[in-house]
């Protein structure tokens, strides 16, 4: 694992006498932080050549979503609006809206973060 400013990595996990653990929480990270990992598996004839590394965030879901609210309407449109929610540690990457259409189905439509306004956080 790599520090989270794109540092070298370290070892966070030997499991040389735990062949049969195949996980392990890394603990005490910086929230928002972009962390690198890589797995290197051993045997009695050494160590493997390092699997692909990949990136994971020290973040948790966004929260506190709070339920849309009408701003106009028209005869054929509804304009929603929404506050943003707590994001938890990690930016938010954009939204996705969902209505009934009244077959017992949803239709997802996703927004566009660049082209919108939210409404001021009422954290």
């Not at 050549?49 to 990136?55: I, K, M």
């Not at 929610?85 to 969902?98: A, H, I, M, S």
Request: aromatic share 14%; net charge negative.
């Amino acid at each position: 694992m790599d520090d989270g400013f794109n540092g070298p990595y370290s070892v966070i996990y030997d499991g040389s006498s735990f062949p049969n653990t195949h996980e392990f929480t890394a603990q005490n990270l910086t929230v928002g932080l972009p962390y690198r990992f890589y797995v290197v598996a051993v045997n009695i004839n050494g160590d493997s050549v390092p699997g692909d590394s990949f990136l994971i965030y020290a973040c948790l879901k966004p929260r506190n979503v709070l339920p849309p609210y009408k701003v106009t309407t028209t005869k054929n449109s509804i304009t929603i609006a929404w506050y943003e929610p707590d994001f938890n540690g990690c930016p938010l990457l954009g939204f996705e809206l969902y209505r009934d259409t009244g077959n017992s189905d949803a239709l997802s439509v996703i927004i566009d973060p660049a082209i919108i306004s939210l409404k001021p956080s009422l954290r």
